[in-house]
Nanobody, 123 residues
């Protein structure tokens, strides 16, 4: 079955950087668009960034544009989220997710989720 395993979260000071990774298995990763989401305490889950199956197309939430970069390595079945200039309001559990239908862009429906990794940004 599909497994998505996130790593790389932690505690960082405001202005710092973290790189999240999501290792995927059980799907044809090179044909699957991927996304990163986050959920802060008391808030709904929100989309952060997405990347097409080729890696040629990306999109970002306005709140992270210019600070976060999504990328992927299809040879390693891994998607990344480079987070720079972190702010306290970036504190959340971050999840990666895979699109239900292969070769879909822009993203429409995610049907598999990882367990999440905690990112905490101190002021």
């Amino acid at each position: 079955q599909v497994q998505l395993v996130e790593s790389g979260g932690g505690l960082v000071q405001a202005g710092g950087s973290l790189r999240l990774s999501c290792a995927a298995s059980g799907l044809t990763f090179s044909r699957t668009s991927m996304g990163w989401f986050r959920q802060a305490p008391g808030k709904e889950r929100e989309s952060v960034a997405a990347i097409s199956w080729t890696g040629h197309s990306t999109n970002y939430a306005d709140s992270v544009k210019g600070r976060f970069t999504i990328s992927r390595d299809n040879a390693k079945n891994t998607v990344y989220l480079q987070m720079d200039s972190l702010r306290p309001d970036d504190t959340a559990v971050y999840y990666c997710a895979s699109q239900r239908v292969e070769r879909t862009w822009p993203p429409r429906e995610y049907n598999r989720w990882g367990q999440g990794t905690q990112v905490t940004v101190s002021s």
